[in-house]
């Protein structure tokens, strides 16, 4: 729906203002400030209510969030000084307590076998609600470039789904409506909020002493979501769930449980009624599973295996260790290599341990229903892919495409039967160790130029995407976001800053690389109004210069978005 705005406004102020002294200083009212364009319906989401409420968790909670930002900074520093994460000696006691269990399913969410992934917009949304899934992943985060319009018409879509009043005509005239597609029944939503590190730039937060910054994505996401929907949820008989992405730490984890806490009581609704499944993406919380299970206990659903961001993670946190974290080819790093066996084998066990959900991850394959050849291989990969998931003791699984929905529910379906789950699997014969956990090494492998060069035009073609307001996009049968995007680029800086060398012998330094870009950039199909220009200025950014930034998207929201 991205429509033109009706208005624009520099300042749109929201909540008092009114000053009150302490003695020693003035103090203000928090606040929010809209400085977005305001388009068509904006104002049923960004009502002054929901803003009293996005403002009453910023003050609450933001605070502990820039800490929380600040300690993952502290422990990038010691990965690149030499210190291996590990499993937590000050939480053994809860990893060996038997005792405790999470809360498991809420209504709707009991049989989670296959689960669609996609941004929010209201065609894709139409398309997830109707595709015969069990469950929707509502991305406002990887799948959806947070545009102001995205971010605001996201929750529009939401707001419309929730109330059974979704529809969509395309500019060609071709009307869309929710119909619950082959099963008659629309999938339980589960909204997936931006990560801790993302900010909304058009909502300012004003503190009490009267200091600006802009509202954190994660809390204006959830927050708007709940204020909205919660309560709506709960009458259709599911309730506000989320998924929770790039937590970094079970710290992490407790700061959602308090929002989550807080949130209840503020609204009335009844104490652990929310539901969260947490996106086990990076490194450092693959070494607090349980804590972060436990920290969320009472809200908690289950765990899921984010493959992709995974890798970027390991990339990322040992990105200057030298040879022993050095990656091959992306498409050499298999689900089944041995460090990423060890991740989900105890990402599996670890949940049914503790009554929670294990749900695997996304393959990127994706059909072509014009090329019969390549529909063909992506449902072969799709259905190894599903079918390794459901026998390691997953409970359901990601597909990005309607069309991968009946190849994965058949694999879960042949291991599940009618049974809705398979929690009672508590494989206790699983055993990973901190050092399986970190075996890049055994991956072996190799670096190509092709490699290389693949890495480039899914690097800049993805970015050009994401700066256009398309978050998930299909590039050469492959579903890419922004967490495959992250990987190419930090292939490239780690493999220049490493001297890494080539299959074919080729030293892959600053010089060459900029060749390879100059070739990738110059041999794309430009269309009028392209952002590639600014592709690739974001890419030579986050891959070719001395500085590596955490995340690619941070950079290019604040400046291109």
Known sequence: MNTPPLATTNRVSTGSTTGTSTGSFATIEPHLEITGDLGPRYEEILTPEALVFLAELHDRFAGTRHDLLAARLRKRVDAANGRDPGFLTETAHLRRDPSWRVAGAGPGLEDRRVEITGPTDRKMAINALNSGAKVWLADQEDATSPTWANVVE????????????????????????????????????????????????????????????????????????????????????????????????????????????????????????????????????????????????DHCAGLNAGRWDYIFSIIK?????????????????????????????????????????????????????RDPEVTARALEQVAADKRREATDGFDGTWVAHPDLIPTAQAEFDAVLGTNPNQVHRT????????????????????????????????????????????????????????????ISRSQVWQWIHDNSVTAEGRRIDKTWVNEQVSEVFAGLERTPGDRFDDALEVFRASALEPEFPTFLTVGAYARYL
């Open 154 to 297: 996201g929750q529009l879509s939401l707001f419309d789904t929730v109330r059974g009043q979704l529809s969509f005509t395309s500019p060609e005239g071709k009307e869309y409506s929710v119909t619950g597609g082959p099963t008659g029944q629309t999938p339980t939503i589960v909204m997936r909020p931006r990560g801790w590190h993302l900010v909304e730039k058009n909502l300012i937060f004003v503190d009490r002493a009267n200091r600006r910054m802009s509202a954190s994505g994660s809390l204006v996401d959830f927050g708007l979501y709940f204020f909205h929907n919660a309560k709506r949820l709960i009458q259709n008989g599911s309730g506000p769930y989320f998924y929770l992405p790039k937590l970094e730490s079970h710290y992490e984890a407790r700061l959602w449980d308090d929002i989550f806490s807080h949130s209840e009581e503020r609204l009335g609704i009844e104490y652990g009624t929310i539901r969260a499944t947490v996106l086990i993406e990076t490194i450092q919380a693959a070494f607090e599973m349980e804590e972060i299970l436990y920290e969320l206990r």
């Open 427 to 486: 494989r206790d014969e699983v055993s990973v160790t901190a050092a399986e956990l970190l075996d890049v090494a055994s991956v072996g492998g190799q670096i190509t130029e092709s490699g290389v060069r693949d890495n480039l035009k899914i690097g800049l073609r993805y970015i050009e995407s994401w700066l256009r307001g398309v978050g998930a996009a299909a590039i050469d049968n492959l579903m890419e976001d922004a967490a495959t995007a992250e």
């Open 317 to 369: 946190t040992f990105r200057t260790r030298g040879r022993r974290f050095v990656f091959p080819d992306r498409k050499q790093i298999t689900m089944t290599v041995p460090f990423m066996r060890a991740y989900t084998e105890l990402l599996v066990s670890t949940c049914h341990r503790r009554g929670a959900y294990a749900i695997g991850g996304m393959s990127a394959f994706i059909p072509n229903r």
